[in-house]
């Protein structure tokens, strides 16, 4: 019994056989078996459990017509040892009904079924079953209730029997030091150790596969490397096992090459072994040599891959984006069998939105039988990051109604989406779901909720929950600096960047990307240079290549061309599309042609990333009235197989995402649109608003532009939220390309009319519009 208890390797249940075979339902068992027929058949489950082949064991188990007590537990046991661990739960009501009494080996195996199943009700009621029987002193199954409580996180429940109990053996220690262990609570678990010593209990190799794992999350080497010489000591380092454990703790402290070296010293390897080694690659992020020791497990050594070495190798695949060797290893999982585990399902989902195949994803989140919150958050992540913001609120509402239970990593993934969509009804919802659950508590959480408020115009939220955060990291900081800055409050921005400075908490490089287009979207260059050059010479950060991207930016768009140009060819390393496009993008605003050619070659050179270059130089001739070339840029566009990205808006009312492209006619209220839009039109043309026809890029007359421009999407979302919001009510749209011009002239003339706020949020920043005045300066 003592043997059994020792091990602690956790099984993951198949979901696909979590349910009571007909055998539990209907057991009918013939009544014409003699004796030696009885012992014959009461052989043969010996044999086959002994084997591991439950279906067959369970088969014969059925023709027997009054099994013994022992056969009921050997039953019991396999389950529970192997799965589907359910079938332990049911077999023991089955027993019971039956009239047979159980006994003290009887409780452990079922305690360790709860244990895998997480199901700490089922595992009270067992202990409620001990109490009855009078078996809570007995040393086994006492020790089995502590190790329930534990694993499942009833610390409290745990500690109580651990304390009551008369006599601790290894196996009593272990089982606590275990549950600690695997519930991350470091210090505790080293402080149980100690005790442990303390009481004169030496520490076996089981209570060191135990440690292992909390001291690696904890990135406590000094602690692992004094386990590591304590195993050596007492020759537990040849174990398998042990081996395994200290290869894990030192790839979690990022020392891989110890890690290699006790992985190499290894005279036999199993697939456990192997799948750590892999995940500790993963870890360290060397995902190439994960890939390669796939391989070696699979192709040189002839090892069939475990469910978690698949889960591992498809992250580095997603890491990689290789989409190829990930398609592979849905292949085998679905020749093997494999693809039914849940968890190996949720990271195939979670590659194949990294590579951006989200139709594959969502195709493979219907085919799975059972979804679990990991399964609904990896969609949810990848529709945000590849732009079916909506498509994740969708999907959210099926998980809801699904009955699956909502952690804070869906809401970490939710978040954005609102983001996106400046789902501000939505994202409010997001932060009160996450106060009642506690989800506030975890700063990831937080952060995406700061985010979501300051793109959904309400920069003084974000705030509040900023200042509220009982922690906060570097993250939090660059999240809320950021926001500002694309609100174009870089007093606050800067303001909060010397709070960071003088809290201790060093600024990284993504903060300097936040300050920095800070100074861009407020045309403060010489503050922009000076943080520039202080992030080298003080911070000791180096330039990548996005910070500049955020020099040229703005450089350029305060009018220096020539300065931005010049900056660019004194990068040390060779510019991108993204450098030669801002500087592009500035050209057009400022009519440069000769220069906008130059950087357009430059840029076909390189390769265009999309259309947005072909539509920036198209529109530089447009606005200088050179239609034959504007036409042939859209021609070499076309031929190329690029399709202009069109314009469209959106506003969220009632919890309603409306969205708008220009020239929409196919709107329900279309009609009551244009209506509005003509009557503003009339009205601001009687304040003196005159249409700015250089931004429509086509060779039309005069008034035929004026209509273009009438049409274009943020105008039309406007004149809808007028129509749909009280007059009292602010207005917010957001959009994917760029305000132009004219729209930013037009929507201060419609402040002025209608009296209210309106905001826009393109796709550089926030403008809020008020009393015919914009926050921007008319500088964007």
């Not at 279906?55 to 009054?66: G, M, S, T, Y």
């Not at 959106?650 to 509005?676: A, C, L, T, Y």
């Not at 729209?743 to 905001?759: N, P």
Request: aromatic share 8%.
């Amino acid at each position: 019994m003592r043997r059994y208890l020792k091990r602690k390797e956790a099984f993951i249940p198949n979901p696909k056989n979590q349910h009571p075979s007909p055998h539990t339902q209907n057991c009918r068992h013939p009544q014409h078996i003699n004796n030696n027929q009885t012992r014959i058949l009461h052989n043969l489950v010996r044999l086959y459990a002994a084997r591991n082949q439950i279906e067959l064991a369970r088969h014969v188990f059925d023709q027997i017509p009054n099994p013994s007590i022992v056969l009921w537990n050997m039953m019991i046991r396999a389950y529970a040892w192997n799965g589907p661990f359910l079938q332990s739960i049911h077999l023991y009501h089955r027993m019971l009904q039956l009239g047979v009494k159980p006994n003290n080996f009887t409780f452990p195996f079922l305690l360790k079924a709860c244990s895998a199943l997480q199901a700490i009700q089922l595992g009270r009621q067992i202990h409620d079953h001990v109490l009855t029987l009078g078996l809570q002193t007995d040393l086994y199954v006492s020790t089995a209730l502590l190790d329930m409580y534990a694993k499942c996180g009833n610390f409290f429940e745990a500690q109580t029997i651990f304390d009551s109990m008369s006599h601790r053996d290894i196996v009593s220690w272990n089982a606590i030091i275990g549950g600690f262990s695997f519930h991350a609570f470091h210090d505790q678990t080293i402080n149980l150790v100690v005790q442990m010593q303390q009481a004169g209990i030496v520490p076996n190799s089981s209570t060191i596969v135990s440690l292992l794992p909390t001291v690696g999350q904890a990135n406590a080497l000094c602690q692992g490397k004094a386990i590591h010489a304590y195993s050596v000591r007492k020759i537990f380092s040849h174990d398998v096992v042990v081996a395994t454990g200290l290869l894990d703790m030192y790839a979690k402290c990022h020392h891989l090459s110890y890690a290699q070296k006790i992985f190499n010293a290894l005279n036999q390897k199993n697939e456990i072994c192997w799948s750590a080694m892999i995940g500790g690659h993963v870890i360290c992020d060397s995902m190439r040599d994960a890939l390669a020791l796939y391989d070696d497990m699979v192709y040189m050594h002839g090892l069939n891959p475990t469910p978690v070495t698949l889960a591992t190798t498809l992250r580095a695949c997603a890491k990689l984006t290789d989409l190829n060797k990930g398609k592979n290893l849905h292949c085998y999982m679905i020749k093997s069998g494999i693809n039914s585990d849940t968890t190996v399902g949720n990271s195939l989902i979670s590659m194949y939105a990294k590579c951006g195949i989200m139709n594959d994803a969502l195709e493979f989140l219907d085919e799975m039988i059972i979804k679990d919150s990991v399964s609904y958050s990896a969609i949810i992540s990848g529709c945000v990051q590849n732009g079916y913001a909506e498509k994740a609120v969708l999907i959210f509402r099926q998980m809801q109604l699904s009955g699956t239970d909502t952690d804070s990593a869906t809401m970490i993934g939710l978040l954005p989406a609102c983001s996106h969509l400046a789902a501000l009804q939505h994202g409010v919802c997001c932060h009160g779901y996450s106060v009642v659950r506690g989800f506030t508590a975890n700063t990831s959480v937080c952060n995406a909720i700061i985010d979501m408020y300051a793109k959904c115009g309400k920069i003084h939220i974000s705030r509040q929950v900023f200042d509220r955060m009982n922690k906060r990291d570097i993250v939090s900081w660059n999240t809320m600096i950021i926001g500002y800055g694309i609100h174009g409050l870089y007093n606050e921005a800067f303001s909060l960047f010397h709070e960071l400075q003088a809290s201790g908490m060093k600024p990284d490089d993504v903060t300097l990307i936040a300050v920095l287009s800070a100074c861009s979207h407020s045309g403060l260059v010489t503050e922009g240079k000076y943080w520039f050059n202080t992030m080298t010479q003080d911070l000791n950060i180096s330039p990548r290549m996005v910070h500049y991207i955020c020099m040229v930016d703005l450089l350029a768009r305060a009018g220096n061309l020539d300065e931005a140009y010049s900056f660019i060819q004194k990068m040390p390393f060779e510019p991108d599309v993204r450098v030669w496009s801002a500087l592009l993008s500035a050209c057009r605003t400022r009519k440069n042609v000769e220069m906008g050619e130059q950087v357009s070659k430059k840029i076909q050179l390189l390769g265009p990333e999309g259309t947005g270059n072909f539509v920036l130089m198209s529109n530089i001739y447009s606005s200088v009235g050179r239609w034959d070339d504007a036409a042939h840029i859209r021609s070499i566009q076309k031929h190329q197989g690029y399709k202009k990205i069109p314009g469209c808006s959106w506003i969220e009312i009632s919890g309603v995402i409306h969205g708008f492209i220009g020239g929409d006619r196919s709107h329900p209220q279309s009609v009551s649109i244009n209506n509005k839009l003509q009557e503003l039109l009339v009205q601001m043309k009687k304040m003196g608003y005159e249409a700015d026809s250089g931004f429509v890029y086509h060779d039309v007359e005069e008034e035929e532009k004026e209509q273009i421009l009438l049409y274009h999407s943020e105008k039309i979302a406007i004149a809808f939220g007028i129509l749909n919001t009280s007059p009292s009510n602010p207005i917010l749209v957001t959009k994917n390309l760029r305000i132009c011009v004219d729209c930013h002239t037009a929507v201060k003339f419609m402040t002025l009319i209608t009296k209210r706020e309106i905001t826009v949020r393109d796709a550089s920043r926030f403008h809020h519009f008020e009393n015919g005045v914009c926050n921007c300066r008319d500088f964007w």
